[in-house]
């Protein structure tokens, strides 16, 4: 399954999207290697990568939301923290073998995507303004 930026996923904020294609890189990456057979390892050091990287991105979109008095900074904010925690999660499943690699990056993607062109959609459309 390849996984690929689409323009749904274009919000029109340029370090928001910047960041969400990378997000989105690395979730393929996850994806290619399930695909691929790469070992547990390998699996379990991508999902960190995301976890990581998430922390980082959702910080980062979080000090916009509080800088523009987002007025759903609460709720979005929760959402990530939300995610944080399934991931961790997964990854603990995942390396107990729990759950299986596939659904680890089903998991993800259904995520990203709906966030995406959900919560993030509302919010770049709110700090347009700001
Ligand atoms: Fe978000």
Redesign the pocket.
């Known amino acids: 399954m390849a996984l690929t930026w689409d323009s749904r996923y274009e919000l029109g904020h340029e370090r928001i999207d910047a960041e969400h294609r990378i997000f989105l890189d690395l979730i393929a990456d996850f994806g290619n290697f399930v695909n691929n057979n790469e070992p547990l390892d390998k699996l379990a050091r991508t999902l960190k990568e995301i976890c990581k990287y998430g922390d980082f991105h ?1 910080l980062s ?1 979080e000090n916009v939301m509080v800088d523009c008095h987002y007025p759903d900074y609460e709720q ?1 904010a929760k ?2 923290r939300q995610l944080l925690a399934q991931v961790g999660s997964k990854l603990y499943k995942l390396t107990k073998q729990q759950i299986t690699p596939g659904e680890v990056f089903e998991f993800l993607f259904k995520w990203f995507a709906l ?1 995406t062109t959900t ?2 959609k509302k ?1 770049v459309a709110y700090i347009q303004g700001c």
């Open positions: 959702f979109e979005h959402l990530h966030h919560e993030d919010l």
